[in-house]
Nanobody
Framework: QLVEFGGGLVQAGESLRLSCAAS????????VAWFRQAPGKEREFVAA????????YYGDSVKGRFAISRDNAANTVYLQMNSLKPGDTAVYCC???????????????WGQGTQVTVSS
């Protein structure tokens, strides 16, 4: 089970940190990704981190602003979001897979999501 924390309402230019917590002790064998979906838009890949945290990937729209990391001892993956823009407004979900990638179809386990709203 994956549970997201940390969403909220911020102004443009501010920062937020999202957390994705897992209850499964085998969490450390999974790659974890963040996806987001804004109203009326398709789900978009945001970032992914490998099982050991050594490899990370980012969507083009967040490169240089967002950073993904993980703490396997705490069974948690983080998404640090800086310089937020109104266009970042969406529901953010974390997902887990045995292999890292940017396609939502490669992820087997999903959280319910947390709302991030960025005002101008």
């Amino acid at each position: 089970q994956l549970v997201e924390f940390g969403g909220g309402l911020v102004q443009a230019g501010e920062s937020l940190r999202l957390s994705c917590a897992a209850s499964d002790r085998t969490f450390s064998i999974y790659a974890v990704a963040w996806f987001r979906q804004a109203p009326g838009k398709e789900r978009e890949f945001v970032a992914a981190v490998s099982d050991n945290g050594l490899r990370t990937y980012y969507g083009d729209s967040v490169k240089g602003r967002f950073a993904i990391s993980r703490d396997n001892a705490a069974n948690t993956v983080y998404l640090q979001m800086n310089s937020l823009k109104p266009g970042d407004t969406a529901v953010y979900c974390c997902a887990a897979s045995l292999s890292i990638g940017s396609s939502q179809y490669g992820y087997d386990y999903w959280g319910q999501g947390t709302q991030v709203t960025v005002s101008s």
